[in-house]
Protein backbone atom coordinates (compact mmCIF):
# COMPACT_ATOMS: atom_id res chain seq x y z
CA UNK A 1 0.00 0.00 0.00
CA UNK A 2 1.48 3.75 -1.04
CA UNK A 3 0.70 6.34 1.05
CA UNK A 4 -0.48 8.12 -1.97
CA UNK A 5 -3.20 6.34 -2.19
CA UNK A 6 -4.36 7.24 1.65
CA UNK A 7 -4.13 10.06 3.40
CA UNK A 8 -1.93 12.36 1.30
CA UNK A 9 -3.35 14.52 -1.18
CA UNK A 10 -1.35 15.45 -4.71
CA UNK A 11 0.94 18.02 -4.30
CA UNK A 12 0.55 18.44 -0.52
CA UNK A 13 1.62 15.97 2.79
CA UNK A 14 -0.34 13.86 4.76
CA UNK A 15 -3.53 15.92 6.28
CA UNK A 16 -5.20 13.14 8.71
CA UNK A 17 -4.13 9.53 9.58
CA UNK A 18 -5.40 6.98 7.93
CA UNK A 19 -8.03 4.71 9.21
CA UNK A 20 -7.46 0.53 8.12
CA UNK A 21 -10.71 -1.64 8.24
CA UNK A 22 -8.72 -4.89 9.20
CA UNK A 23 -5.45 -5.50 11.50
CA UNK A 24 -2.70 -3.85 10.57
CA UNK A 25 -0.47 -7.32 10.50
CA UNK A 26 -3.16 -8.54 7.77
CA UNK A 27 -2.96 -5.52 5.81
CA UNK A 28 0.80 -5.85 5.03
CA UNK A 29 3.00 -8.66 4.48
CA UNK A 30 6.14 -7.44 6.03
CA UNK A 31 6.45 -5.48 9.68
CA UNK A 32 9.84 -3.31 9.39
CA UNK A 33 10.62 -2.67 12.81
CA UNK A 34 12.42 -0.02 14.22
CA UNK A 35 13.93 -1.39 17.45
CA UNK A 36 15.45 1.02 19.68
CA UNK A 37 12.03 2.65 21.34
CA UNK A 38 9.96 0.17 19.88
CA UNK A 39 10.74 -3.36 20.64
CA UNK A 40 12.97 -2.55 23.57
CA UNK A 41 14.82 0.29 25.58
CA UNK A 42 18.50 -0.97 26.54
CA UNK A 43 17.98 -4.44 27.56
CA UNK A 44 14.68 -4.66 28.24
CA UNK A 45 11.21 -5.35 25.77
CA UNK A 46 8.49 -3.07 25.72
CA UNK A 47 5.83 -3.54 27.25
CA UNK A 48 3.34 -5.57 24.81
CA UNK A 49 6.19 -6.04 22.27
CA UNK A 50 6.56 -9.39 22.47
CA UNK A 51 3.49 -10.94 22.79
CA UNK A 52 2.28 -8.39 19.79
CA UNK A 53 5.14 -9.25 17.48
CA UNK A 54 4.68 -13.09 18.25
CA UNK A 55 0.59 -12.94 17.20
CA UNK A 56 1.50 -11.16 14.09
CA UNK A 57 4.29 -13.32 13.29
CA UNK A 58 1.81 -16.77 14.08
CA UNK A 59 -0.77 -14.74 11.82
CA UNK A 60 1.50 -14.69 8.53
CA UNK A 61 3.20 -11.40 8.72
CA UNK A 62 7.35 -11.07 8.04
CA UNK A 63 8.81 -9.47 11.22
CA UNK A 64 12.23 -7.63 10.04
CA UNK A 65 14.10 -5.47 12.01
CA UNK A 66 15.92 -2.25 10.72
CA UNK A 67 17.61 0.05 13.11
CA UNK A 68 19.96 2.89 12.96
CA UNK A 69 22.27 1.78 15.64
CA UNK A 70 25.38 0.58 13.94
CA UNK A 71 27.19 -0.48 17.51
CA UNK A 72 25.74 -4.33 17.10
CA UNK A 73 26.07 -7.14 14.34
CA UNK A 74 23.04 -8.49 13.18
CA UNK A 75 23.22 -11.89 14.93
CA UNK A 76 23.96 -10.08 18.13
CA UNK A 77 21.08 -8.43 17.56
CA UNK A 78 19.14 -11.43 16.78
CA UNK A 79 20.30 -13.58 19.83
CA UNK A 80 18.89 -10.66 22.08
CA UNK A 81 15.59 -11.01 20.39
CA UNK A 82 15.36 -13.98 20.43
CA UNK A 83 16.49 -14.41 24.00
CA UNK A 84 13.51 -11.27 24.98
CA UNK A 85 11.23 -14.27 23.21
CA UNK A 86 10.98 -13.19 19.81
CA UNK A 87 13.03 -16.31 17.79
CA UNK A 88 15.29 -14.31 15.01
CA UNK A 89 17.85 -15.27 12.74
CA UNK A 90 20.49 -12.35 11.87
CA UNK A 91 18.77 -12.48 8.25
CA UNK A 92 16.20 -10.67 10.06
CA UNK A 93 18.15 -7.81 11.21
CA UNK A 94 18.92 -4.71 8.93
CA UNK A 95 21.41 -2.19 10.21
CA UNK A 96 22.77 1.12 8.99
CA UNK A 97 25.90 -0.55 9.32
CA UNK A 98 25.00 -2.90 6.50
CA UNK A 99 23.80 0.08 4.59
CA UNK A 100 26.82 2.24 4.81
CA UNK A 101 29.36 -0.53 3.88
CA UNK A 102 27.27 -0.78 0.97
CA UNK A 103 27.49 2.68 -0.09
CA UNK A 104 31.46 3.00 0.97
CA UNK A 105 32.19 -0.45 -1.31
CA UNK A 106 30.49 1.61 -4.30
CA UNK A 107 32.75 4.11 -4.14
CA UNK A 108 36.04 3.19 -3.20
CA UNK A 109 38.05 0.29 -4.53
CA UNK A 110 37.77 -3.65 -3.59
CA UNK A 111 39.73 -4.42 -0.68
CA UNK A 112 40.17 -0.35 0.42
CA UNK A 113 41.03 0.59 3.67
CA UNK A 114 38.32 2.18 5.40
CA UNK A 115 38.92 4.11 8.73
CA UNK A 116 36.05 2.43 11.31
CA UNK A 117 35.10 5.00 14.31
CA UNK A 118 32.57 2.30 15.83
CA UNK A 119 31.65 -0.70 17.05
CA UNK A 120 31.46 -4.21 16.10
CA UNK A 121 28.61 -3.94 13.98
CA UNK A 122 30.82 -1.46 11.78
CA UNK A 123 33.59 -3.44 11.68
CA UNK A 124 31.76 -6.46 10.63
CA UNK A 125 29.43 -5.47 7.90
CA UNK A 126 33.04 -3.27 6.60
CA UNK A 127 34.79 -6.78 6.21
CA UNK A 128 31.39 -8.16 4.49
CA UNK A 129 31.67 -6.06 1.74
CA UNK A 130 35.27 -6.78 0.90
CA UNK A 131 36.84 -3.58 2.91
CA UNK A 132 39.60 -3.67 5.00
CA UNK A 133 39.02 -1.90 8.49
CA UNK A 134 41.40 -0.13 9.70
CA UNK A 135 41.81 2.23 13.09
CA UNK A 136 44.12 5.12 12.34
CA UNK A 137 44.23 8.32 10.37
CA UNK A 138 48.17 7.29 9.59
CA UNK A 139 46.61 4.10 7.62
CA UNK A 140 46.34 5.61 4.33
CA UNK A 141 42.48 5.22 4.51
CA UNK A 142 40.45 5.48 1.30
CA UNK A 143 37.17 6.57 3.75
CA UNK A 144 36.36 7.61 7.27
CA UNK A 145 33.24 6.06 8.69
CA UNK A 146 31.40 6.60 11.82
CA UNK A 147 29.24 4.51 13.31
CA UNK A 148 27.17 4.17 17.05
CA UNK A 149 29.04 2.93 20.10
CA UNK A 150 28.80 3.75 23.06
CA UNK A 151 32.62 3.23 24.31
CA UNK A 152 33.40 5.44 22.05
CA UNK A 153 36.59 7.67 23.47
CA UNK A 154 37.83 11.08 22.98
CA UNK A 155 41.09 9.55 20.99
CA UNK A 156 38.64 7.46 18.38
CA UNK A 157 36.98 10.91 17.51
CA UNK A 158 40.04 12.43 16.75
CA UNK A 159 41.01 9.86 14.85
CA UNK A 160 38.05 10.50 12.61
CA UNK A 161 38.51 14.08 12.54
CA UNK A 162 42.38 14.09 11.37
CA UNK A 163 41.20 12.31 8.57
CA UNK A 164 38.45 14.31 7.61
CA UNK A 165 40.64 17.22 7.75
CA UNK A 166 43.05 15.47 5.23
CA UNK A 167 40.02 15.12 2.98
CA UNK A 168 39.44 11.70 3.45
CA UNK A 169 35.66 10.64 2.29
CA UNK A 170 33.15 10.85 5.75
CA UNK A 171 30.64 8.64 5.57
CA UNK A 172 27.95 8.26 8.90
CA UNK A 173 26.13 5.35 9.55
CA UNK A 174 23.09 7.44 10.66
CA UNK A 175 22.79 11.00 12.41
CA UNK A 176 20.32 9.97 15.04
CA UNK A 177 21.38 12.91 17.90
CA UNK A 178 19.61 10.77 20.36
CA UNK A 179 18.81 7.20 21.32
CA UNK A 180 16.61 5.96 24.10
CA UNK A 181 18.52 3.89 27.24
CA UNK A 182 16.49 2.37 30.12
CA UNK A 183 17.30 5.36 32.26
CA UNK A 184 16.34 7.96 29.44
CA UNK A 185 17.16 9.44 26.39
CA UNK A 186 21.38 9.49 25.32
CA UNK A 187 23.45 11.47 22.86
CA UNK A 188 23.45 9.37 19.75
CA UNK A 189 25.28 9.07 17.04
CA UNK A 190 24.68 12.23 15.33
CA UNK A 191 26.45 13.83 18.71
CA UNK A 192 29.11 12.54 18.15
CA UNK A 193 29.25 13.12 14.28
CA UNK A 194 28.88 17.13 15.42
CA UNK A 195 32.00 16.30 17.24
CA UNK A 196 33.78 15.78 14.54
CA UNK A 197 32.14 18.65 12.69
CA UNK A 198 33.39 21.01 15.14
CA UNK A 199 36.89 19.99 14.92
CA UNK A 200 37.23 19.30 11.19
CA UNK A 201 34.52 21.05 9.49
CA UNK A 202 32.54 19.47 6.62
CA UNK A 203 29.68 17.01 6.26
CA UNK A 204 29.47 13.33 6.21
CA UNK A 205 27.29 10.97 3.93
CA UNK A 206 24.74 9.37 5.39
CA UNK A 207 22.61 5.69 4.73
CA UNK A 208 20.88 5.20 7.39
CA UNK A 209 17.17 6.50 8.30
CA UNK A 210 15.44 8.09 6.80
CA UNK A 211 18.68 8.62 4.03
CA UNK A 212 17.23 6.64 0.59
CA UNK A 213 20.22 3.57 1.12
CA UNK A 214 18.83 2.16 4.35
CA UNK A 215 15.29 1.89 2.41
CA UNK A 216 17.27 0.57 -0.32
CA UNK A 217 19.93 -2.12 1.92
CA UNK A 218 16.21 -2.87 3.71
CA UNK A 219 14.14 -3.70 1.08
CA UNK A 220 17.22 -5.83 -0.73
CA UNK A 221 17.37 -7.97 1.97
CA UNK A 222 13.55 -8.12 2.72
CA UNK A 223 11.68 -8.48 -0.49
CA UNK A 224 8.58 -6.77 0.99
CA UNK A 225 6.45 -5.79 -1.44
CA UNK A 226 3.38 -4.37 1.10
CA UNK A 227 5.62 -3.17 3.87
CA UNK A 228 4.53 -1.39 7.01
CA UNK A 229 7.19 0.20 8.69
CA UNK A 230 7.24 1.10 12.45
CA UNK A 231 8.92 3.45 14.57
CA UNK A 232 9.22 5.84 17.46
CA UNK A 233 11.31 8.81 15.64
CA UNK A 234 9.03 11.21 13.05
CA UNK A 235 12.59 12.11 11.63
CA UNK A 236 14.51 9.05 11.17
CA UNK A 237 11.73 6.47 10.78
CA UNK A 238 8.69 8.59 9.52
CA UNK A 239 10.64 10.14 7.34
CA UNK A 240 12.11 7.10 5.88
CA UNK A 241 9.01 5.84 5.06
CA UNK A 242 7.75 8.69 3.53
CA UNK A 243 10.78 8.92 1.13
CA UNK A 244 10.52 5.37 0.69
CA UNK A 245 6.79 6.06 -0.57
CA UNK A 246 5.32 3.39 1.77
CA UNK A 247 2.91 3.43 5.20
CA UNK A 248 3.96 4.05 8.71
CA UNK A 249 2.76 3.18 12.14
CA UNK A 250 4.37 5.22 14.61
CA UNK A 251 4.05 4.18 18.55
CA UNK A 252 4.38 6.49 21.59
CA UNK A 253 6.82 4.37 23.67
CA UNK A 254 9.87 6.31 22.44
CA UNK A 255 11.34 9.64 21.63
CA UNK A 256 8.24 10.95 20.12
CA UNK A 257 5.81 13.12 22.06
CA UNK A 258 1.71 13.89 21.05
CA UNK A 259 2.84 17.60 20.87
CA UNK A 260 5.64 16.72 18.70
CA UNK A 261 3.22 14.64 16.21
CA UNK A 262 0.66 17.32 16.05
CA UNK A 263 3.78 19.85 14.85
CA UNK A 264 4.75 16.97 12.32
CA UNK A 265 6.18 19.08 9.10
CA UNK A 266 4.53 17.04 5.51
CA UNK A 267 7.72 14.41 5.96
CA UNK A 268 7.05 13.21 9.60
CA UNK A 269 3.23 12.56 9.33
CA UNK A 270 2.92 8.62 9.85
CA UNK A 271 -0.19 6.82 8.35
CA UNK A 272 -1.06 4.97 11.68
CA UNK A 273 -0.80 6.37 15.30
CA UNK A 274 -1.23 3.72 18.36
CA UNK A 275 0.12 3.57 21.95
CA UNK A 276 1.91 0.39 21.45
CA UNK A 277 2.77 -2.36 19.00
CA UNK A 278 -0.53 -3.85 19.78
CA UNK A 279 -1.76 -1.57 17.24
CA UNK A 280 -0.68 -3.82 14.51
CA UNK A 281 -3.15 -6.25 15.39
CA UNK A 282 -6.01 -3.91 15.47
CA UNK A 283 -7.95 -2.20 12.52
CA UNK A 284 -7.03 1.43 12.92
CA UNK A 285 -10.49 3.92 13.24
CA UNK A 286 -10.85 6.43 10.50
CA UNK A 287 -10.83 10.32 10.77
CA UNK A 288 -13.86 11.95 9.19
CA UNK A 289 -14.51 15.54 8.42
CA UNK A 290 -17.45 17.10 10.36
CA UNK A 291 -18.17 20.74 9.66
CA UNK A 292 -14.90 22.62 10.17
CA UNK A 293 -13.52 20.31 12.72
CA UNK A 294 -12.49 16.28 12.29
CA UNK A 295 -13.85 12.82 14.14
CA UNK A 296 -12.42 10.01 15.25
CA UNK A 297 -14.71 7.73 17.92
CA UNK A 298 -16.24 9.46 20.44
CA UNK A 299 -13.73 13.18 19.75
CA UNK A 300 -14.05 16.02 17.70
CA UNK A 301 -11.42 18.19 16.71
CA UNK A 302 -10.68 21.41 15.50
CA UNK A 303 -8.88 24.78 14.91
CA UNK A 304 -10.05 28.09 16.63
CA UNK A 305 -7.87 30.58 16.04
CA UNK A 306 -4.87 30.21 17.14
CA UNK A 307 -5.79 27.36 19.49
CA UNK A 308 -6.34 23.49 18.91
CA UNK A 309 -9.46 22.32 20.21
CA UNK A 310 -11.18 19.10 21.27
CA UNK A 311 -14.26 17.73 22.71
CA UNK A 312 -16.06 14.44 23.44
CA UNK A 313 -14.86 11.51 25.20
CA UNK A 314 -13.33 7.98 24.64
CA UNK A 315 -9.85 6.48 24.14
CA UNK A 316 -6.99 9.31 24.15
CA UNK A 317 -5.53 7.70 21.16
CA UNK A 318 -8.97 8.95 18.75
CA UNK A 319 -8.66 12.18 20.38
CA UNK A 320 -5.07 12.45 19.04
CA UNK A 321 -6.06 11.02 15.88
CA UNK A 322 -8.64 13.78 15.26
CA UNK A 323 -6.19 16.26 16.56
CA UNK A 324 -3.91 15.34 14.00
CA UNK A 325 -6.23 15.97 11.27
CA UNK A 326 -6.86 19.49 12.57
CA UNK A 327 -3.19 20.59 12.87
CA UNK A 328 -1.98 18.96 9.66
CA UNK A 329 -4.99 20.29 7.67
CA UNK A 330 -4.35 23.53 9.01
CA UNK A 331 -0.80 23.70 8.94
CA UNK A 332 -0.93 22.34 4.74
CA UNK A 333 2.85 21.87 3.98
CA UNK A 334 4.37 23.59 6.88
CA UNK A 335 4.38 22.75 11.09
CA UNK A 336 0.86 23.55 12.86
CA UNK A 337 1.94 26.16 15.87
CA UNK A 338 -1.31 26.01 17.22
CA UNK A 339 -1.86 25.79 20.99
CA UNK A 340 -2.72 22.19 21.58
CA UNK A 341 -1.65 22.21 25.58
CA UNK A 342 -4.70 22.35 26.61
CA UNK A 343 -6.76 19.79 23.82
CA UNK A 344 -3.85 17.24 24.32
CA UNK A 345 -4.67 17.52 28.71
CA UNK A 346 -8.31 17.06 27.81
CA UNK A 347 -7.55 13.64 26.11
CA UNK A 348 -4.84 12.59 29.10
CA UNK A 349 -2.06 13.19 26.72
CA UNK A 350 -0.14 16.01 27.75
Known amino acids: MNERMH ?31 VVYAGGRAIAHAVESLTTARD ?50 PAGAR ?34 FDPTLDWGRLAEAAYAVQRGVPWFASNTDLTIPRERGIAPG ?54 HGEVDALLVLTGVTTPAELLAAPPQHRPAYVDADLRGLLAPQPGVTEDGDGFRCGGWRAALAGDTLTVAGEGA ?14 AAGDGSCTADAGKALARIGME
Open 189 to 242: NGALVEVVRTAAGGAPQVAGKPRPPMHRETVLRTGARRPLVIGDRLDTDIEGAY
Open 59 to 108: GGMHLAYVTNNAARTPRTVADQLTGLGLPTGPDDVITSAQAVARLISEQV
Open 114 to 147: VLAIGGEGLVVALRERGLQPVFSADDDPAAVVQG
Open 7 to 37: GRSEGTGRRRPDGCPSALSEAYDTALLDLDG
Open 316 to 329: PLDGLRALCAAAWT
